[in-house]
Protein backbone atom coordinates (compact mmCIF):
# COMPACT_ATOMS: atom_id res chain seq x y z
CA UNK A 1 0.00 0.00 0.00
CA UNK A 2 1.38 3.45 -0.34
CA UNK A 3 -0.12 6.69 0.66
CA UNK A 4 1.03 8.98 -2.00
CA UNK A 5 -2.23 9.00 -3.79
CA UNK A 6 -3.91 13.16 -3.95
CA UNK A 7 -7.48 13.35 -4.02
CA UNK A 8 -8.92 16.87 -3.92
CA UNK A 9 -12.26 18.71 -5.34
CA UNK A 10 -12.41 21.95 -6.95
CA UNK A 11 -14.55 24.21 -7.29
CA UNK A 12 -17.13 21.35 -7.23
CA UNK A 13 -21.07 21.53 -7.99
CA UNK A 14 -23.35 18.84 -7.38
CA UNK A 15 -27.18 18.53 -7.04
CA UNK A 16 -30.20 16.20 -8.42
CA UNK A 17 -33.16 17.84 -10.90
CA UNK A 18 -32.98 21.69 -9.86
CA UNK A 19 -31.63 21.34 -6.58
CA UNK A 20 -28.18 22.58 -5.96
CA UNK A 21 -26.60 20.62 -2.68
CA UNK A 22 -22.60 21.46 -2.83
CA UNK A 23 -21.36 24.33 -4.38
CA UNK A 24 -18.09 25.84 -5.29
CA UNK A 25 -16.66 23.30 -3.31
CA UNK A 26 -13.10 22.90 -2.63
CA UNK A 27 -10.92 20.36 -0.46
CA UNK A 28 -8.18 18.14 -0.40
CA UNK A 29 -8.18 14.68 1.41
CA UNK A 30 -4.65 14.64 3.15
CA UNK A 31 -2.98 10.60 1.80
CA UNK A 32 -2.54 8.37 4.85
CA UNK A 33 -4.50 10.16 6.96
CA UNK A 34 -8.47 9.00 8.39
CA UNK A 35 -11.03 11.77 7.14
CA UNK A 36 -14.25 12.30 8.67
CA UNK A 37 -16.99 14.58 6.70
CA UNK A 38 -20.02 15.59 9.52
CA UNK A 39 -22.54 18.05 8.92
CA UNK A 40 -26.11 18.20 9.55
CA UNK A 41 -28.86 16.09 7.68
CA UNK A 42 -28.96 17.03 3.76
CA UNK A 43 -25.63 19.36 4.14
CA UNK A 44 -24.13 17.17 1.42
CA UNK A 45 -22.04 14.24 2.78
CA UNK A 46 -23.10 11.65 1.21
CA UNK A 47 -23.24 14.08 -2.18
CA UNK A 48 -19.75 14.88 -1.75
CA UNK A 49 -18.71 11.36 -1.36
CA UNK A 50 -20.45 10.05 -4.32
CA UNK A 51 -19.09 12.47 -6.91
CA UNK A 52 -15.31 11.97 -4.85
CA UNK A 53 -16.19 8.06 -5.91
CA UNK A 54 -17.31 9.32 -9.40
CA UNK A 55 -20.76 7.83 -9.24
CA UNK A 56 -22.53 11.55 -9.59
CA UNK A 57 -20.65 13.55 -12.06
CA UNK A 58 -20.32 17.42 -11.52
CA UNK A 59 -22.16 20.25 -12.53
CA UNK A 60 -19.41 22.16 -12.81
CA UNK A 61 -15.80 21.67 -11.24
CA UNK A 62 -13.87 18.43 -11.04
CA UNK A 63 -12.81 15.71 -8.64
CA UNK A 64 -9.00 14.48 -9.19
CA UNK A 65 -7.01 11.98 -8.88
CA UNK A 66 -3.41 11.61 -8.90
CA UNK A 67 -3.94 14.32 -11.13
CA UNK A 68 -6.27 12.80 -13.72
CA UNK A 69 -10.00 13.61 -13.62
CA UNK A 70 -12.17 10.24 -12.04
CA UNK A 71 -14.41 10.49 -14.58
CA UNK A 72 -12.29 10.74 -17.21
CA UNK A 73 -10.41 7.38 -16.03
CA UNK A 74 -11.44 3.73 -16.85
CA UNK A 75 -13.72 2.56 -14.67
CA UNK A 76 -11.52 -0.09 -13.59
CA UNK A 77 -8.57 1.19 -13.25
CA UNK A 78 -10.14 4.14 -11.26
CA UNK A 79 -11.51 0.77 -9.13
CA UNK A 80 -8.05 -0.36 -8.08
CA UNK A 81 -7.00 2.46 -6.42
CA UNK A 82 -10.70 4.07 -4.89
CA UNK A 83 -13.26 1.82 -3.20
CA UNK A 84 -16.58 2.91 -2.06
CA UNK A 85 -18.73 1.36 0.21
CA UNK A 86 -22.23 3.43 -0.28
CA UNK A 87 -24.83 4.04 2.59
CA UNK A 88 -27.47 1.80 1.30
CA UNK A 89 -25.92 -1.16 -1.12
CA UNK A 90 -28.09 -4.04 -2.80
CA UNK A 91 -27.24 -7.20 -3.14
CA UNK A 92 -28.40 -9.27 -5.51
CA UNK A 93 -30.86 -12.06 -4.95
CA UNK A 94 -29.75 -15.18 -3.25
CA UNK A 95 -26.06 -14.23 -3.44
CA UNK A 96 -23.85 -15.84 -0.56
CA UNK A 97 -21.53 -14.06 1.91
CA UNK A 98 -18.64 -15.60 0.56
CA UNK A 99 -19.87 -14.31 -3.36
CA UNK A 100 -20.72 -10.81 -2.68
CA UNK A 101 -16.86 -10.47 -0.80
CA UNK A 102 -15.35 -12.08 -3.88
CA UNK A 103 -16.80 -8.99 -5.90
CA UNK A 104 -14.34 -7.11 -4.43
CA UNK A 105 -11.81 -8.67 -6.62
CA UNK A 106 -13.23 -7.41 -9.65
CA UNK A 107 -11.16 -4.72 -10.31
CA UNK A 108 -8.21 -6.73 -10.28
CA UNK A 109 -9.78 -9.73 -12.94
CA UNK A 110 -8.20 -9.02 -16.05
CA UNK A 111 -10.66 -10.19 -19.59
CA UNK A 112 -8.56 -13.69 -19.31
CA UNK A 113 -7.35 -13.94 -15.84
CA UNK A 114 -8.17 -16.73 -13.18
CA UNK A 115 -9.04 -16.51 -9.92
CA UNK A 116 -5.80 -16.65 -7.75
CA UNK A 117 -4.68 -17.75 -4.71
CA UNK A 118 -3.88 -13.97 -4.01
CA UNK A 119 -7.44 -13.47 -4.26
CA UNK A 120 -8.32 -16.27 -1.69
CA UNK A 121 -6.22 -14.62 0.51
CA UNK A 122 -7.98 -11.10 0.17
CA UNK A 123 -11.43 -12.60 0.72
CA UNK A 124 -10.23 -14.75 3.66
CA UNK A 125 -8.64 -11.88 5.29
CA UNK A 126 -11.77 -9.29 4.99
CA UNK A 127 -13.88 -12.35 6.40
CA UNK A 128 -11.77 -12.41 9.52
CA UNK A 129 -10.96 -8.91 10.32
CA UNK A 130 -14.81 -8.60 9.84
CA UNK A 131 -15.68 -11.31 11.75
CA UNK A 132 -17.70 -12.90 9.43
CA UNK A 133 -15.71 -15.44 8.42
CA UNK A 134 -18.53 -18.17 9.51
CA UNK A 135 -21.27 -16.52 7.59
CA UNK A 136 -19.63 -17.23 4.00
CA UNK A 137 -22.01 -19.79 3.10
CA UNK A 138 -25.13 -18.22 4.05
CA UNK A 139 -27.18 -16.23 1.79
CA UNK A 140 -27.48 -11.92 2.39
CA UNK A 141 -31.18 -11.98 2.76
CA UNK A 142 -30.65 -14.17 5.97
CA UNK A 143 -28.59 -11.80 7.75
CA UNK A 144 -29.35 -8.99 10.02
CA UNK A 145 -29.16 -5.77 9.58
CA UNK A 146 -25.38 -5.79 11.34
CA UNK A 147 -24.29 -8.65 9.79
CA UNK A 148 -25.07 -7.29 6.34
CA UNK A 149 -23.23 -4.17 7.33
CA UNK A 150 -20.32 -5.90 8.17
CA UNK A 151 -20.19 -8.09 5.04
CA UNK A 152 -20.24 -5.35 3.21
CA UNK A 153 -17.23 -3.61 4.94
CA UNK A 154 -15.60 -6.80 4.06
CA UNK A 155 -16.46 -6.99 0.56
CA UNK A 156 -14.80 -3.23 0.54
CA UNK A 157 -12.06 -4.33 2.18
CA UNK A 158 -11.33 -7.39 -0.34
CA UNK A 159 -10.94 -4.35 -2.88
CA UNK A 160 -7.73 -3.30 -1.32
CA UNK A 161 -7.33 0.02 -2.38
CA UNK A 162 -5.36 2.71 -1.38
CA UNK A 163 -8.28 5.22 -0.39
CA UNK A 164 -11.54 3.50 0.82
CA UNK A 165 -14.69 5.86 1.07
CA UNK A 166 -17.56 4.87 3.62
CA UNK A 167 -20.80 6.43 3.77
CA UNK A 168 -21.91 5.32 7.47
CA UNK A 169 -20.14 2.35 7.87
CA UNK A 170 -21.51 2.08 11.47
CA UNK A 171 -25.05 1.84 10.20
CA UNK A 172 -27.22 -0.99 11.76
CA UNK A 173 -24.09 -1.53 14.26
CA UNK A 174 -25.02 -2.02 17.96
CA UNK A 175 -21.94 0.11 20.29
CA UNK A 176 -19.81 -2.61 20.15
CA UNK A 177 -19.59 -3.51 16.36
CA UNK A 178 -19.11 0.46 15.75
CA UNK A 179 -15.93 0.77 18.07
CA UNK A 180 -15.00 -2.60 16.65
CA UNK A 181 -15.34 -1.36 12.96
CA UNK A 182 -14.06 1.78 13.38
CA UNK A 183 -10.71 0.17 15.00
CA UNK A 184 -10.46 -2.04 12.02
CA UNK A 185 -10.71 0.96 9.84
CA UNK A 186 -8.10 2.68 11.55
CA UNK A 187 -5.89 -0.71 11.90
CA UNK A 188 -6.13 -0.80 7.92
CA UNK A 189 -4.74 2.96 8.18
CA UNK A 190 -2.15 2.87 10.58
CA UNK A 191 -0.60 -0.63 9.06
CA UNK A 192 -1.14 -0.44 5.70
CA UNK A 193 -1.25 3.37 5.15
CA UNK A 194 -4.93 3.24 3.77
CA UNK A 195 -6.22 6.62 2.91
CA UNK A 196 -9.53 6.32 4.66
CA UNK A 197 -12.68 9.13 3.93
CA UNK A 198 -15.77 8.17 5.91
CA UNK A 199 -19.67 10.19 7.19
CA UNK A 200 -20.27 9.59 10.42
CA UNK A 201 -23.14 10.86 12.52
CA UNK A 202 -21.84 10.52 15.87
CA UNK A 203 -19.55 13.77 15.97
CA UNK A 204 -17.64 12.34 19.36
CA UNK A 205 -16.65 9.10 16.83
CA UNK A 206 -15.79 12.00 14.07
CA UNK A 207 -13.29 13.78 16.89
CA UNK A 208 -11.90 10.38 18.48
CA UNK A 209 -11.13 8.66 15.39
CA UNK A 210 -10.34 11.34 12.72
CA UNK A 211 -6.86 12.69 11.86
CA UNK A 212 -8.54 15.34 9.78
CA UNK A 213 -12.51 16.78 10.31
CA UNK A 214 -14.70 18.60 7.59
CA UNK A 215 -17.45 20.02 8.48
CA UNK A 216 -20.18 21.05 5.81
CA UNK A 217 -23.32 23.13 6.14
CA UNK A 218 -25.41 24.48 3.85
CA UNK A 219 -23.53 22.70 0.48
CA UNK A 220 -20.33 24.57 1.59
CA UNK A 221 -17.14 23.80 3.24
CA UNK A 222 -17.95 25.54 6.73
CA UNK A 223 -15.05 24.10 8.13
CA UNK A 224 -11.32 21.32 8.36
CA UNK A 225 -8.78 20.50 10.10
CA UNK A 226 -7.67 18.61 13.52
CA UNK A 227 -10.44 17.86 15.35
CA UNK A 228 -9.41 20.26 17.97
CA UNK A 229 -9.89 22.87 15.48
CA UNK A 230 -13.49 21.68 13.85
CA UNK A 231 -15.19 19.84 16.96
CA UNK A 232 -15.81 23.93 18.66
CA UNK A 233 -18.71 25.18 20.84
CA UNK A 234 -19.14 27.57 17.06
CA UNK A 235 -18.98 25.76 15.26
CA UNK A 236 -21.19 22.82 16.12
CA UNK A 237 -23.84 25.68 17.00
CA UNK A 238 -23.26 27.07 13.02
CA UNK A 239 -23.24 23.56 11.57
CA UNK A 240 -25.37 21.70 13.57
CA UNK A 241 -27.62 24.96 14.98
CA UNK A 242 -26.96 23.14 18.33
CA UNK A 243 -25.74 24.89 21.63
CA UNK A 244 -23.12 22.33 23.34
CA UNK A 245 -20.48 22.29 25.76
CA UNK A 246 -16.74 20.73 24.80
CA UNK A 247 -14.32 18.83 26.80
CA UNK A 248 -11.94 16.63 26.80
CA UNK A 249 -12.49 13.05 25.98
CA UNK A 250 -10.97 10.76 29.29
CA UNK A 251 -10.06 8.08 26.85
CA UNK A 252 -8.72 9.37 23.63
CA UNK A 253 -7.30 13.32 24.97
CA UNK A 254 -9.75 14.51 21.85
CA UNK A 255 -12.56 17.10 21.92
CA UNK A 256 -16.16 15.29 23.38
CA UNK A 257 -19.07 17.59 22.60
CA UNK A 258 -22.15 17.31 25.50
CA UNK A 259 -25.15 18.60 24.09
CA UNK A 260 -27.43 21.04 25.91
CA UNK A 261 -31.11 21.03 25.55
CA UNK A 262 -33.99 21.92 28.18
CA UNK A 263 -33.31 18.96 29.59
CA UNK A 264 -29.82 17.57 29.49
CA UNK A 265 -28.72 19.60 32.30
CA UNK A 266 -30.42 19.40 35.90
CA UNK A 267 -29.58 21.32 39.35
CA UNK A 268 -30.09 21.01 42.40
CA UNK A 269 -32.54 23.72 43.79
CA UNK A 270 -30.98 26.14 45.71
CA UNK A 271 -32.64 26.30 49.37
CA UNK A 272 -33.52 29.35 50.63
CA UNK A 273 -31.47 30.89 53.59
CA UNK A 274 -32.44 29.38 57.08
CA UNK A 275 -30.79 29.75 61.03
CA UNK A 276 -27.22 30.44 60.76
CA UNK A 277 -26.43 26.73 61.91
CA UNK A 278 -28.52 25.46 58.79
CA UNK A 279 -26.28 23.45 56.07
CA UNK A 280 -25.22 25.54 53.71
CA UNK A 281 -26.75 25.20 49.87
CA UNK A 282 -25.27 22.84 47.88
CA UNK A 283 -23.30 23.25 45.04
CA UNK A 284 -25.47 22.81 41.71
CA UNK A 285 -24.58 19.40 40.26
CA UNK A 286 -24.15 19.00 36.55
CA UNK A 287 -26.12 15.41 35.88
CA UNK A 288 -24.89 15.58 31.91
CA UNK A 289 -22.45 12.73 31.33
CA UNK A 290 -20.05 12.33 28.43
CA UNK A 291 -22.17 9.45 25.69
CA UNK A 292 -21.47 6.02 26.18
CA UNK A 293 -19.69 5.85 22.47
CA UNK A 294 -16.19 6.12 23.35
CA UNK A 295 -13.55 4.67 21.21
CA UNK A 296 -11.76 1.12 23.08
CA UNK A 297 -8.93 1.29 24.65
CA UNK A 298 -7.69 -1.61 22.84
CA UNK A 299 -6.73 0.07 19.58
CA UNK A 300 -4.94 3.53 20.66
CA UNK A 301 -4.85 6.78 18.70
CA UNK A 302 -1.32 7.99 17.96
Known sequence: MTTSHSLAAEGLTLGYGDRVVIESLDLAVPPGEVTVIVGANASGKSTLLRSLSRLLRPR???????????????AKELARTLGLLPQSPVAPDGITVLDLVGRGRHPHQGIF???????DAAVASALEA????????????????GQRQRV????????????????????FLDASHQIEVL??????????????????????????YADHLIALADGRLHASGVPEEVLTEDIVRAVFGLDSRIIVDPVSGRPLMLPIGRHHVRSRPVPSAGPADATEPAEPVDLAEPPSSARSTGSAHR
Open 60 to 74: AGRVVLDGKEVHRMP
Open 113 to 119: SRWTDRD
Open 130 to 145: TRTTELADRAIDELSG
Open 152 to 171: WIAMALAQQTDLLLLDEPTT
Open 183 to 208: DLLTDLNRTRGTTIVMVLHDLNLAAR
